[in-house]
């Protein structure tokens, strides 16, 4: 069979989840797609569930009739999982009624397979979806990347702190949240102009990038010269480590500013940590946090202030 262009079509970077209580039609669906994609295979829906809630994988590929929970309704609990709801999932069946075909479709997949299964329908069905979530998934991340300095931009912000506190609540960890802000930034454009501001705030945003070392942690560009770093599964002595390295490797990239005291670019920064009055109030964290980053702006800037852990 012609495989697409991997270079266009990265299907060996996604990940299919098979879901069928039979091992030997497990064993041979597995087997037509390896080679192209990475294949995770469970025996039932209750397994499938918890195998996305850990690692969503790009698309899933059910049988509809299971003991216990069946494929329709494991697609029916998927559809109500944030996190996991937008999944593509087509259905393997032997059903072929009009009505068992419109519970399908009613139940929320995206496509159907009859059984037995063709390897050629299969695979080419299961390029055509992941092709669409890769084109999906790409646009959406491009919306929510700010324009100019390429980080992620408030958009994203909205939709991932709220996703991080759940996490943060189910699992008992600590999430930190740290401000920052380019000291004297007005005074660098009207001294240099606006050109030679945009560049300097994406050297700003690279560093911040580069210093962050852990995939989970962010950087957002919140507004203007002002920026907001998540750092998930981290307590306040680390996140103090995170920042203060933050802040050197803005200073050694020795960008001029004339009109700033220091003689180059440096960041004003505060940090705390969630506690649980924030867990239903975010925008609370969030304004804890601005007060810290102003209170370093006011004492001197070139600093951070670190909240004390709330109990």
Request: charged share 25%; with cysteine; glycine share 4%.
């Amino acid at each position: 069979m012609q495989r697409l262009d991997d270079s266009l079509h990265p299907f060996k970077t996604t990940t299919v989840l098979v879901v069928e209580d039979e091992p030997i039609t497990r064993t041979i669906i597995a087997n037509y797609l390896d080679g192209f994609c990475h294949v995770a295979v469970v025996a039932n829906a209750e397994e499938a569930l918890q195998y996305c809630s850990l690692t969503p994988p790009d698309l899933i590929l059910s049988d509809v009739l299971m003991r216990e929970m069946d494929g329709l309704e494991l697609c029916r609990q998927l559809k109500t999982m944030p996190d996991v709801s937008h999944i593509p999932l087509i259905f393997i069946t032997s059903l072929s009624e009009d009505v068992e075909e419109q519970a399908c479709w009613e139940a929320g997949c995206v496509d159907y397979v009859v059984k037995p299964v063709n390897a050629i329908t299969l695979t080419n069905r299961v390029k055509t979806h992941l092709t669409l979530k890769l084109q999906t998934d790409f646009l959406k991340q491009q919306s929510l990347l700010d324009g100019l300095t390429r980080v992620y931009n408030r958009h994203w912000l909205e939709d991932a702190v709220q996703r991080l506190i759940r996490q943060s609540s189910r699992e008992c960890s600590s999430f930190c949240l740290a401000m920052f802000d380019v000291d004297w930034f007005k005074k660098y454009n009207d001294h240099f102009g606006h050109l030679q501001g945009d560049q300097c705030l994406r050297e700003v945003a690279k560093a911040l990038k580069k210093a962050l070392l852990r995939p989970s942690d962010a950087v957002v560009r919140y507004g203007g010269e002002e920026f907001i770093c998540l750092l998930p599964d981290t307590d306040i002595e680390g996140a103090e480590c995170v920042v203060n390295r933050i802040k050197d490797a803005v200073c050694k990239l020795e960008l001029a500013h004339p009109e700033s005291p220091f003689g180059i670019v440096t960041l004003s920064g505060g940090l705390s940590q969630l506690d649980n009055s924030d867990l239903e109030n975010w925008e609370a964290w969030l304004k804890r946090t601005d007060e810290l980053l102003y209170k370093a702006k006011a004492t001197g800037r070139n600093r951070v202030c670190i909240a004390s852990v709330r109990n």
